[in-house]
């Protein structure tokens, strides 16, 4: 079945760029793609690589979750407007601080083989004979593209310097494994702002308590909680949750 529009992703490069550095930034594209359209199974695949130094053609596939979606272009326009709007921020220099960890390696894996030279890159949603569709297109110049990679840079930097033991969070928490405190492995969970990683969970008194004893299943809600984090050697190792402040269901 032939694909009406695409996501296109154009670098015109000066130099070779690098296999990996080139693949890096297209796997991060469908990294970003699958978190931002929240829908199951969400892939883009490669459809063409076209003439004109490097021209990748991506698409959506259409597996069984997504036959609600048979229209393509709602997901792609939405996936366009907020990477160009997140590159953006990078670009001029706005505060990343609500950014998580995974935006910003992503969003700077994608940009990277754009900083070279005088390398550019445009990142559009066009269709078939290579038109922009709902004016989707974005453009970066190698400069652009540095400025907004050393932004990014930085708010990496400064997140992992401010990332202090004795500082107290609120974040919402997803848990992906809840055990009793006896156990060897423990428990688990996701916060967004520290990464989609699950770190283990350490709990005040009587807070698993609270969570383990949820009427329904614990793993249908998310937990609005305050918390620190327990650092080695510069790295996140767990999470210790002082207080379950609210308690919100999970859709679906």
């Known amino acids: 079945m032939e694909e009406d529009l695409s996501f296109q992703y154009h670098l015109k490069n000066t130099k070779p760029i690098e296999l990996l550095e080139l693949t890096n930034s297209l796997a991060s594209l469908d990294v970003m793609f699958k978190e931002q359209t929240k829908v199951k199974d969400a892939k883009l695949y490669v459809h063409t690589v076209r003439e004109g130094s490097i021209i990748v053609d991506l698409v959506q596939y259409v597996g069984v979750t997504m036959l609600e979606f048979p229209d393509v272009a709602p997901l792609f326009v939405s996936f366009a407007e907020y990477l160009f709007l997140k590159i953006r921020e990078a670009m001029v220099g706005q505060p990343l601080e609500r950014w998580s960890i995974d935006e910003l390696k992503s969003i700077r894996s994608i940009l990277s083989p754009a900083t070279k030279g005088d390398n550019s890159l445009e990142l559009s949603v066009a269709d078939n004979k ?50 009793n405190e006896s156990s060897a492995v423990g428990s688990q969970g996701v916060i967004d702002r520290f990464g989609r990683k699950p770190k283990r969970l350490l709990f005040a008194p009587g807070v698993n308590e609270i969570i383990s004893h949820q009427s329904d299943n614990p793993f249908k809600q998310m937990y609005f909680v305050r918390f620190s984090v327990k650092t080695a050697n510069g790295e996140i190792k767990a999470y210790y949750i002082q207080s379950v402040l609210d308690i919100i269901p999970l859709e679906g």
């Open 130 to 179: 290579g038109n922009i569709f709902n004016n989707c297109s974005f453009n970066l110049t190698a400069s652009q593209a540095h400025d907004a990679s050393l932004n990014i840079e930085a708010e990496e930097i400064r997140r992992k310097e401010t990332v202090l033991e004795d500082e107290v969070y609120e974040e919402l928490l997803v848990l992906t494994q809840l055990r």
